[in-house]
C-alpha cells in the first residue's frame, strides 16, 4: 500500500479538480460537420511535370527514389522510358508528358525523381518520372473541383479535378484512370 502525506493528497486532489473542470469546460462532442471535414481530408504528394505542379493521391503511392537506371526496350510506346529493378521486381518506367499533352522528355538527369505508384484497383504498379517533388499538402475533398469544360486534349482524360495551391491552380491527376489506360494499352 502507498501511504501519502497531506501535502500529497492535497496536490492529487488539486489535479482532479483541474482535470474536472478542463473537462466539464470541453465541448460534449465534436459536432458531425466537423468530423466530416477531418475525414473529407485526403492527403496528397505535389509534384512538377514539364514545369506544371500536380497532386497525386497518397493512397497511390508506394515510393519515392532517385532517378534509376533503366534498361530500354526496342520498338515500345512513346510513353513507356524502360524497365527498372525495384527491389527485386521489374518496373516499367513511363514519362507521362506525352499522356498529359506535353512534349516527350528528352533526357534525364539526377533532379528527376521516380514516383512508384500502385493502383487500388490491381496489383500493377509502375513508375512516373517527374521533374521534382514539392511536398506533401493535406486536401479537402469538397476543394477539388471538376476540371473546366472547356479542357482539350488527353489531359482532361486523367484530371481528377482542380484546386488552389499558393494562389494557383493545382491539378489532381486520377492515378487510377490512367494506370488503367496504361494497362491496356501495354496488353
Not at 30 to 57: C, D, L, N, P, Y
Request: charged share 20%; glycine share 6%; proline share 5%.
Amino acid at each position: 500500500m502507498i501511504s501519502m502525506n497531506e501535502s500529497d493528497t492535497s496536490s492529487v486532489s488539486g489535479l482532479i479538480d483541474s482535470l474536472s473542470l478542463a473537462l466539464s469546460e470541453a465541448p460534449a462532442s465534436v459536432s458531425t460537420t466537423e468530423m466530416q471535414a477531418v475525414q473529407a481530408t485526403e492527403r496528397f504528394v505535389v509534384i512538377r511535370i514539364a514545369g506544371e505542379s500536380f497532386a497525386i493521391s497518397m493512397s497511390s503511392l508506394l515510393e519515392i527514389q532517385r532517378f534509376p537506371t533503366l534498361t530500354p526496350l526496342p520498338g515500345i510506346a512513346d510513353w513507356l522510358l524502360g524497365v527498372t529493378n525495384f527491389h527485386g521486381d521489374v518496373l516499367s518506367v513511363v514519362d507521362p508528358r506525352p499522356l498529359l499533352g506535353f512534349d516527350r522528355l528528352t533526357t534525364t538527369d539526377k533532379s528527376h525523381r521516380l514516383i512508384v505508384l500502385q493502383s487500388s484497383q490491381s496489383p500493377l504498379e509502375l513508375g512516373l518520372v517527374v521533374d521534382s517533388t514539392l511536398g506533401v499538402r493535406a486536401i479537402r475533398a469538397d476543394s477539388i473541383r471538376p476540371p473546366h469544360g472547356n479542357l482539350s486534349g488527353s489531359i482532361s482524360r486523367y484530371l481528377r479535378g482542380v484546386c488552389e495551391f499558393q494562389d494557383n491552380l493545382l491539378a489532381v491527376l486520377d492515378i487510377e484512370q490512367l494506370i488503367s489506360d496504361l494497362t491496356i494499352h501495354s496488353t
